[in-house]
Protein backbone atom coordinates (compact mmCIF):
# COMPACT_ATOMS: atom_id res chain seq x y z
CA UNK A 1 0.00 0.00 0.00
CA UNK A 2 1.67 3.32 -1.21
CA UNK A 3 0.92 6.92 -0.50
CA UNK A 4 0.39 9.25 -3.16
CA UNK A 5 0.58 13.16 -3.52
CA UNK A 6 -1.35 14.70 -6.64
CA UNK A 7 -0.51 17.88 -7.88
CA UNK A 8 -1.82 20.56 -10.62
CA UNK A 9 -0.41 23.15 -10.98
CA UNK A 10 -2.22 25.22 -13.51
CA UNK A 11 -1.20 29.17 -13.12
CA UNK A 12 2.18 30.89 -11.88
CA UNK A 13 1.21 31.79 -8.71
CA UNK A 14 0.87 27.80 -7.60
CA UNK A 15 3.86 25.95 -7.10
CA UNK A 16 4.33 21.73 -6.72
CA UNK A 17 6.83 23.10 -3.75
CA UNK A 18 3.81 24.83 -1.98
CA UNK A 19 1.74 21.79 -2.31
CA UNK A 20 4.07 19.54 -1.15
CA UNK A 21 5.06 21.52 1.90
CA UNK A 22 1.12 22.08 3.16
CA UNK A 23 1.29 18.09 2.61
CA UNK A 24 3.83 17.28 5.10
CA UNK A 25 2.87 20.18 7.54
CA UNK A 26 -0.86 18.83 7.99
CA UNK A 27 1.01 15.33 8.73
CA UNK A 28 1.26 13.65 5.59
CA UNK A 29 3.85 11.59 4.21
CA UNK A 30 3.95 9.67 0.43
CA UNK A 31 5.92 7.33 -1.30
CA UNK A 32 5.32 8.88 -5.21
CA UNK A 33 4.46 12.76 -6.38
CA UNK A 34 2.53 12.73 -9.19
CA UNK A 35 2.06 16.78 -10.70
CA UNK A 36 0.47 18.07 -13.78
CA UNK A 37 1.98 21.43 -15.11
CA UNK A 38 0.38 23.82 -16.74
CA UNK A 39 -2.84 21.66 -17.08
CA UNK A 40 -6.25 23.44 -17.34
CA UNK A 41 -8.90 21.59 -14.85
CA UNK A 42 -11.54 22.57 -16.83
CA UNK A 43 -10.70 21.62 -20.28
CA UNK A 44 -8.64 19.12 -19.85
CA UNK A 45 -9.87 15.85 -17.69
CA UNK A 46 -7.95 13.94 -15.45
CA UNK A 47 -7.18 10.81 -17.86
CA UNK A 48 -6.21 12.75 -20.49
CA UNK A 49 -3.40 14.51 -18.59
CA UNK A 50 0.31 12.92 -19.27
CA UNK A 51 0.91 12.38 -15.36
CA UNK A 52 -3.16 12.29 -14.58
CA UNK A 53 -2.78 9.20 -16.70
CA UNK A 54 -0.03 7.86 -14.92
CA UNK A 55 -2.08 8.20 -11.73
CA UNK A 56 -4.39 5.82 -12.90
CA UNK A 57 -2.60 3.23 -13.72
CA UNK A 58 -0.33 2.98 -10.78
CA UNK A 59 -3.14 3.42 -8.27
CA UNK A 60 -4.46 0.15 -6.70
CA UNK A 61 -6.82 -1.25 -3.87
CA UNK A 62 -5.50 0.13 -0.38
CA UNK A 63 -3.10 2.81 -1.42
CA UNK A 64 -3.68 6.62 -0.30
CA UNK A 65 -4.50 9.64 -2.63
CA UNK A 66 -3.47 12.99 -0.88
CA UNK A 67 -4.76 16.28 -2.93
CA UNK A 68 -4.76 19.56 -1.36
CA UNK A 69 -8.55 20.00 -2.11
CA UNK A 70 -10.55 17.96 -4.71
CA UNK A 71 -10.07 20.98 -7.45
CA UNK A 72 -6.90 19.50 -7.89
CA UNK A 73 -8.25 16.60 -9.49
CA UNK A 74 -10.06 19.05 -11.72
CA UNK A 75 -12.92 22.04 -11.73
CA UNK A 76 -15.30 20.23 -14.31
CA UNK A 77 -17.41 18.10 -12.10
CA UNK A 78 -18.46 15.69 -14.34
CA UNK A 79 -14.64 14.56 -14.38
CA UNK A 80 -14.10 14.94 -10.58
CA UNK A 81 -16.91 13.30 -9.46
CA UNK A 82 -16.00 10.29 -11.93
CA UNK A 83 -12.88 10.35 -11.16
CA UNK A 84 -13.28 10.00 -7.32
CA UNK A 85 -16.03 7.28 -8.30
CA UNK A 86 -13.19 5.29 -10.33
CA UNK A 87 -10.83 5.51 -7.36
CA UNK A 88 -13.22 4.47 -4.64
CA UNK A 89 -14.20 1.71 -6.69
CA UNK A 90 -10.74 0.25 -7.00
CA UNK A 91 -10.25 0.42 -2.97
CA UNK A 92 -8.23 4.03 -2.76
CA UNK A 93 -8.62 6.03 -0.12
CA UNK A 94 -9.03 9.76 -0.85
CA UNK A 95 -7.65 12.24 1.46
CA UNK A 96 -7.83 16.28 1.25
CA UNK A 97 -4.82 18.45 2.73
CA UNK A 98 -7.40 21.26 3.68
CA UNK A 99 -10.44 20.27 6.01
CA UNK A 100 -8.48 16.94 6.35
CA UNK A 101 -11.40 14.76 4.92
CA UNK A 102 -11.87 11.24 3.83
CA UNK A 103 -13.71 9.81 0.92
CA UNK A 104 -13.27 5.88 0.91
CA UNK A 105 -15.20 2.81 0.41
CA UNK A 106 -15.15 1.71 4.09
CA UNK A 107 -18.74 1.96 4.61
CA UNK A 108 -21.48 0.23 3.43
CA UNK A 109 -24.42 1.93 4.83
CA UNK A 110 -26.61 3.43 2.31
CA UNK A 111 -27.14 6.62 4.67
CA UNK A 112 -23.74 7.83 4.69
CA UNK A 113 -23.07 6.58 1.59
CA UNK A 114 -25.48 8.93 0.35
CA UNK A 115 -24.18 11.58 2.46
CA UNK A 116 -20.29 10.79 1.18
CA UNK A 117 -21.23 11.20 -2.60
CA UNK A 118 -23.53 14.09 -1.64
CA UNK A 119 -20.23 15.79 -0.30
CA UNK A 120 -17.81 14.57 -3.38
CA UNK A 121 -20.50 16.39 -5.43
CA UNK A 122 -21.01 19.44 -3.54
CA UNK A 123 -17.16 19.76 -3.71
CA UNK A 124 -17.01 19.00 -7.65
CA UNK A 125 -19.60 21.98 -8.09
CA UNK A 126 -17.81 24.17 -5.97
CA UNK A 127 -14.26 23.55 -7.59
CA UNK A 128 -16.14 24.09 -11.13
CA UNK A 129 -18.12 27.22 -9.93
CA UNK A 130 -15.01 28.96 -8.43
CA UNK A 131 -13.38 28.15 -12.27
CA UNK A 132 -16.56 29.78 -13.99
CA UNK A 133 -16.52 32.88 -11.40
CA UNK A 134 -12.39 33.38 -11.66
CA UNK A 135 -13.08 33.46 -15.27
CA UNK A 136 -15.74 35.66 -15.68
CA UNK A 137 -13.70 38.12 -13.77
CA UNK A 138 -10.72 37.90 -16.08
CA UNK A 139 -13.10 38.78 -19.14
CA UNK A 140 -14.45 41.42 -17.00
CA UNK A 141 -11.01 42.34 -16.05
CA UNK A 142 -9.68 42.34 -19.98
CA UNK A 143 -12.45 44.04 -21.05
CA UNK A 144 -11.72 47.15 -18.62
CA UNK A 145 -8.21 47.09 -19.66
CA UNK A 146 -9.12 47.21 -23.38
CA UNK A 147 -11.66 50.02 -22.62
CA UNK A 148 -9.14 52.35 -20.58
CA UNK A 149 -6.33 51.48 -23.31
CA UNK A 150 -9.09 52.18 -26.28
CA UNK A 151 -10.19 55.60 -24.15
CA UNK A 152 -6.41 56.64 -23.93
CA UNK A 153 -5.82 56.00 -27.61
CA UNK A 154 -9.16 58.24 -28.71
CA UNK A 155 -8.44 61.16 -26.40
CA UNK A 156 -10.70 63.03 -24.63
CA UNK A 157 -14.37 62.67 -25.58
CA UNK A 158 -15.21 65.47 -28.10
CA UNK A 159 -17.46 68.34 -26.14
CA UNK A 160 -19.12 69.76 -29.48
CA UNK A 161 -21.22 67.13 -31.70
CA UNK A 162 -20.76 66.64 -35.69
CA UNK A 163 -23.35 69.34 -36.47
CA UNK A 164 -21.41 71.61 -34.12
CA UNK A 165 -18.42 71.65 -35.73
CA UNK A 166 -19.76 71.96 -38.89
CA UNK A 167 -22.16 74.94 -37.86
CA UNK A 168 -18.86 76.50 -36.04
CA UNK A 169 -16.85 76.04 -39.70
CA UNK A 170 -20.11 77.53 -41.78
CA UNK A 171 -20.06 81.19 -39.57
CA UNK A 172 -16.59 81.57 -39.35
CA UNK A 173 -16.21 80.90 -43.22
CA UNK A 174 -19.21 83.40 -43.05
CA UNK A 175 -16.87 86.15 -40.97
CA UNK A 176 -18.82 85.61 -37.90
CA UNK A 177 -16.58 86.37 -35.05
CA UNK A 178 -15.63 83.62 -31.61
CA UNK A 179 -17.93 85.07 -29.11
CA UNK A 180 -21.09 85.14 -31.98
CA UNK A 181 -19.96 81.32 -33.01
CA UNK A 182 -20.03 80.46 -29.48
CA UNK A 183 -23.01 81.89 -28.68
CA UNK A 184 -25.33 80.63 -31.62
CA UNK A 185 -23.87 77.06 -31.27
CA UNK A 186 -23.91 77.12 -27.88
CA UNK A 187 -20.09 75.90 -27.04
CA UNK A 188 -17.06 77.28 -25.45
CA UNK A 189 -15.09 80.30 -27.02
CA UNK A 190 -12.11 77.70 -26.46
CA UNK A 191 -13.68 75.21 -28.28
CA UNK A 192 -14.66 77.00 -31.17
CA UNK A 193 -11.01 78.52 -31.14
CA UNK A 194 -9.77 74.74 -31.06
CA UNK A 195 -12.24 73.74 -34.34
CA UNK A 196 -10.98 76.84 -36.17
CA UNK A 197 -7.71 76.32 -35.55
CA UNK A 198 -7.85 72.72 -36.60
CA UNK A 199 -10.88 71.28 -37.97
CA UNK A 200 -8.98 68.36 -39.32
CA UNK A 201 -8.20 67.16 -35.79
CA UNK A 202 -11.77 68.30 -34.40
CA UNK A 203 -13.09 65.82 -37.28
CA UNK A 204 -10.36 63.08 -36.42
CA UNK A 205 -11.88 63.03 -32.49
CA UNK A 206 -15.60 62.51 -33.76
CA UNK A 207 -14.34 59.64 -36.06
CA UNK A 208 -12.22 58.22 -33.33
CA UNK A 209 -15.58 58.38 -30.78
CA UNK A 210 -17.93 57.39 -33.71
CA UNK A 211 -19.84 60.38 -33.35
Known amino acids: MATFLYARVSTSEQTLEHQKTQAEQ ?120 RAKSDDAYRGRKPSFSRSQMALVLDLDGKGSNVSEIAKATGLSRQTVYRIKDDAAGAEKALASWGL
Open 26 to 145: AGFKFDHVIADHGVSGVSVLMKDRPEGKRLFDMLRSGDTLVVRWVDRLGRNYRDVTDTIEEFIRRGVVIRTIINNMTFDGATTDPMQMAVRDALVRFMAATAQAQAEATKEAQKAGVANA
